[in-house]
DNA sequence: AATTGATGCAATCATTCAGTTGCAGATCAC
DNA sequence: GTGATCTGCAACTGAATGATTGCATCAATT
């Protein structure tokens, strides 16, 4: 369902500009050139983003005749928020563990 | 308790070394030095990547004598993790809405 | 105090990447 | 078919960044 390797998601997630293009398509769908007339920078910088998303899939496109429509796929996202809770859970109770023995409890 | 902007946590998780760095972290707090003997990087690269993923309260140090001690903090990862789900949600939400628009039900 | 080991700062280099412009190809409307 | 519109590819530019080397500084050990 998910996409194998976890960082190139995060990579995708540290920049603005994808969030915007993410933000926008919750509104519901769209195409590049309707996205290029809501934000601030040109179409082909927006079909890369989305190209970007789409290699991490974080957003799945559909042709409708002469267009492409871009939607968010939110389960990725969720799919990412879990695995990242499970590593920091671990942390956590690792860092618990140290300190229970240096507090000799 | 965490830090302001999403982003820059997401940008700070999105590249290998960083990871390599919270994984040795993982195994027990320890130097910038003493990074640079287990990872194939120098310890100026490696005091660079902590300097970022302090800045975005993924770790922090503390001063020992004449070493600096960095710390996994996994609540922060815990933190983003909740956000992210909470988007990731939240779009679902909304696609479920859309289509069961679509299909009429 | 002299030496050793650790951090900090600065300059440099190569690569990556976000963004642009320009043009070619494809598809709908008329 | 012709024109308008949307996509796709390619080349280019500028800025950000991952990583390096070199040197200065500061603390602990002897």
């Known amino acids: 369902m998910t996409a194998g390797?976890?960082?190139?998601?995060?990579?995708?997630l540290g920049?603005?500009?994808?969030?915007?293009?993410?933000?926008?398509l919750g509104e519901g769908?769209?195409?590049?050139?309707?996205?290029?007339?809501?934000?601030?920078?040109t179409r082909q910088a927006i079909a890369k983003h989305l190209s970007v998303l789409q290699e991490v899939g974080l957003v799945e496109s559909v042709r409708v005749g002469r267009e492409v429509r871009y939607r968010v796929l939110g389960a990725q996202l969720s799919e990412t928020a879990r695995r990242l809770e499970a590593i920091g859970a671990e942390w956590d109770r690792r860092l618990a563990a140290i300190k229970e023995i240096a507090e000799g409890l």
């Open 5 to 12: 390797t976890l960082v190139p998601v995060f990579a995708a």
């Open 15 to 24: 920049d603005e500009t994808r969030w915007s293009i993410l933000a926008a």
């Open 29 to 41: 769908d769209a195409s590049a050139s309707a996205l290029a007339g809501r934000l601030p920078v």
